[in-house]
């Protein structure tokens, strides 16, 4: 009866660390939608009706800055997934700045990195894109996370029909005329 406890007791315990090995280092924050559903354009166009508004923005980190006090993140923003991670593409692909407290190594938050921010609206930072003028809407960040390199999902082995290109199978096209086979 003490041998049978301690099994219990001890796969109790390793389940416990195999679930806990599932749990998600994405902040709360950045994994629901929080704040107003506000476009880059939105917030160019009539930036005081936009101060201090919340928002859940993402995208590829295109430079960092880092200042004094705090590091600018130049982000060129792309739609989100549900939980916040940034799409590999599409979106209204407009910069933003992500203003972030303290200092942040410029290797780790190199380019063409995805990043996922929430914060406020602050105002806008004129930055030059090449040589025009671009307004750059900067949102002063409480919460961020940076993501992996966007790896699409898998094709599940059982998406294509087994019997494609099954030679056997009636119909006006046999095995060397087939068009599309795997």
Known sequence: MVMQKKYLLFWSLLGFVFLG???SQVPEAVRQQTGEPLSVVQVQAAVE???GKRVRWGGEI????NRERHTDVVVLRRGLFN????RPDGGEAKRFVA???GFLEPAEYAAQQRLTVVGTVTGLLNLPVGEYDYPHPVVRVENFHRWPKYEP???P???RDPFFCDPFWPGPYRYPYRPYCW
Request: proline share 9%; net charge negative; aromatic share 14%.
């Open 49 to 51: 009706a936009a101060r």
């Open 99 to 101: 203003r972030i407290e």
């Open 157 to 159: 082995l059982w998406y």
């Open 153 to 155: 999902p898998q094709e």
């Open 83 to 86: 939980d916040g991670e940034p």
């Open 62 to 65: 295109l430079a960092v800055y």
């Open 21 to 23: 090995g599932c749990a």
